[in-house]
């Protein structure tokens, strides 16, 4: 499986953007599709998920402002991402996971995209 991340950019406070993750292959419907990221000198932190069977998952900084959903005949996954903050500058990935029992661990996913900018400006 390989994912190709894309849509990231600039966008000013207060802003909305949409990230998607096109993924290869014919078994995108039986994996979890999760959205990290990584801010300048921080850790990779997680942001969303989404189960197979559409159970979301979401951090408690980014809860009500972004939305993750999944279009399984299309192979890919999105990250609606409104009311953007300057903290909310990161580069963002997509990765898959086939057993992933915790949605905010890493290593329980098996495939990640390049990632892809997104920059808030204040």
């Known amino acids: 499986v390989q994912l190709q991340a894309s849509g990231g950019g600039l966008v000013q406070a207060g802003g909305s953007l949409r990230v998607s993750c096109a993924a290869s292959?014919?078994?995108?419907?039986?994996?979890?599709v999760g959205w990290f990221r990584r801010a300048p000198g921080k850790e990779r932190e997680f942001v969303a998920s989404?189960?197979?069977?559409?159970?979301?998952t979401y951090a408690d900084s980014v809860k009500g402002r972004f939305t993750i959903s999944r279009d399984n005949a299309g192979n890919t996954g999105y990250l609606w991402m409104t009311n953007l903050k300057a903290e909310d500058t990161a580069v963002y990935y997509c990765?898959?996971?086939?057993?992933?029992?915790?949605?905010?661990?890493?290593?329980?996913?098996?495939?990640w995209g390049q990632g892809t900018q997104v920059t808030v400006s204040s």
């Open positions: 990765a898959l996971g086939i057993y992933v029992y915790d949605v905010a661990r890493v290593d329980n996913y098996n495939h």
């Open positions: 989404i189960r197979t069977r559409g159970t979301t």
């Open positions: 292959g014919r078994t995108f419907r039986d994996y979890v």
